[in-house]
């Protein structure tokens, strides 16, 4: 009998512990949570006068993978690592979708009909607006591939995959479609890994996908490909070490690339040797305009603005081209400008410093306003169109900041 209630009080200790654990456990990630994010109110009454107003600081998100878009339903998507995580307007974290695959997600591809898809190593995932996963489609086992993938939705209804070896095609549903090894024709459709291939840049309208690939020798091409995985055309770039495509709405395809140092005879020079080109996307055997520059450092994905407008960043400076001809319309120096801008609905023209500076620039060029925020501005900031400004800064946290700035 003392045995027996020896037993039953070891046996309810060990319990007393567990539950203890259990509790502890439960309190130790319920603080992690609320340390893992924290929403910050600015005082209206203190902010509403600055002509860029901050509204609320969202911190604790981590670093950006790839830049923050838009959902359909007007909240952000935000890739971090191998998370991609939706934010109200408000501030508040809706749900966390976990990628599959290896390494961080590339940019999240949204479709008219409300559909999410993102890659994350080899692995395509399909999410709904209401954080729910749907399928998944893995190229490779363990779903390895790509440290961040890139992932364009095209032709034929089709999402396009580039990895190392080839390019996938795969349909909405998850189902594959064709693959295409891109190096040369007489190679065109083998699993077999002939040389290391690279892909730098994709992007994709109703007409065409497109890509910019090469090897280590700097054998670089921007190619268009069809639904049916045939190259309508390609044209070559050279010895480049990034590059950065756009589409617009009247068929013109817009590439800003970034040579090697040594290359395009500029060996020995200080400065970074960066072109931008336009093309007509129906054929690229010669562009319709390209712009030559010398800066600093390198020069970002173009963007484009309301009114015939390209802009990008390079060497510290805003620079403004003309559509037509590809002529510079005006440049603005804006120390340790860093980030790919952002245009505003109402032409306005947005981007950040490397020591966390955020400037909001007029269409004419002339700087608005500025702010200081709590760490590098690297990421392209996101604006919406009733012009309030996502910003995310280098120490993980995200911004939301309204132009209040009017014309005297």
């Not at 603080?31 to 107003?53: M, R, V």
């Not at 998370?83 to 966390?96: A, D, Q, T, Y």
């Not at 040579?259 to 336009?278: A, E, H, I, M, T």
């Not at 801008?341 to 060029?365: E, L, Q, T, W």
Request: proline residues 4%; hydrophobic residues 40%.
């Amino acid at each position: 009998m003392v045995r027996n209630n020896e037993l039953i009080r070891g046996f309810c200790g060990r319990i007393k512990i567990a539950l203890f654990m259990i509790f502890f456990l439960l309190l130790a990630y319920s603080s992690s949570s609320e340390a893992a994010s924290k929403l910050e109110q600015f005082p209206a009454a203190k902010e509403a006068g600055q002509p860029g107003q901050l509204l609320w600081k969202l911190s604790g998100l981590g670093k950006l993978s790839t830049d923050i878009v838009f959902a359909p339903n007007g909240n952000l998507l935000f890739p971090s690592n191998n998370k991609l995580i939706c934010i109200n307007p408000e501030g508040k974290l809706i749900w966390e979708m976990q990628g599959k695959g290896k390494g961080s997600l590339g940019s999240p591809v949204l479709t008219e009909d409300g559909a999410i898809f993102f890659a994350g190593g080899s692995v395509i995932q399909e999410g709904k607006l209401n954080g729910a996963l749907g399928w998944d489609f893995s190229v490779y086992g363990e779903g390895k591939g790509q440290k961040t993938p890139l992932l364009a939705h095209g032709p034929g209804n089709i999402l396009y995959l580039p990895l190392s070896d080839a390019l996938y095609a795969v349909d909405t549903v998850g189902h594959y479609v064709w693959m295409l090894s891109p190096w040369e024709s007489s190679d065109g459709r083998t699993s077999k890994l002939i040389n290391p291939r690279t892909f730098l840049a994709c992007t994709a309208d109703e007409q065409a996908f497109y890509l910019v690939f090469g090897d280590k020798a700097g054998n670089y091409k921007l190619a268009a490909i069809n639904a049916k995985g045939e190259y309508l055309w390609k044209y070559w770039l050279g010895d480049i070490s990034s590059a950065y495509l756009l589409t617009d709405n009247e068929g013109k395809l817009y590439a800003s690339v970034n040579f090697k140092k040594g290359s395009r005879g500029n060996k020995g020079s200080k400065l970074n040797q960066g072109k931008v080109y336009c093309f007509k996307n129906s054929s690229g055997n010669s562009p319709l305009w390209s712009s030559s520059f010398s800066v600093a450092n390198q020069i970002t994905a173009p963007v484009l603005g309301n009114s015939k407008t390209l802009y990008f960043t390079g060497g510290n400076k805003l620079y403004a081209l003309d559509t037509e001809k590809g002529k510079v319309l005006w440049d603005t120096p804006l120390l340790k400008l860093v980030s790919t801008p952002a245009v505003s609905p109402n032409g306005y023209i947005y981007g950040g410093s490397s020591d966390g500076y955020f400037f909001a620039v007029k269409p004419s060029g002339r700087l608005a306003w500025f702010r200081q925020l709590d760490g590098a501005v690297e990421r392209a900031p996101l604006v919406g169109t009733d012009n309030f400004i996502y910003v995310h800064t280098g120490k993980g946290n995200l911004y939301k900041i309204k132009d209040n700035f009017k014309e005297s």
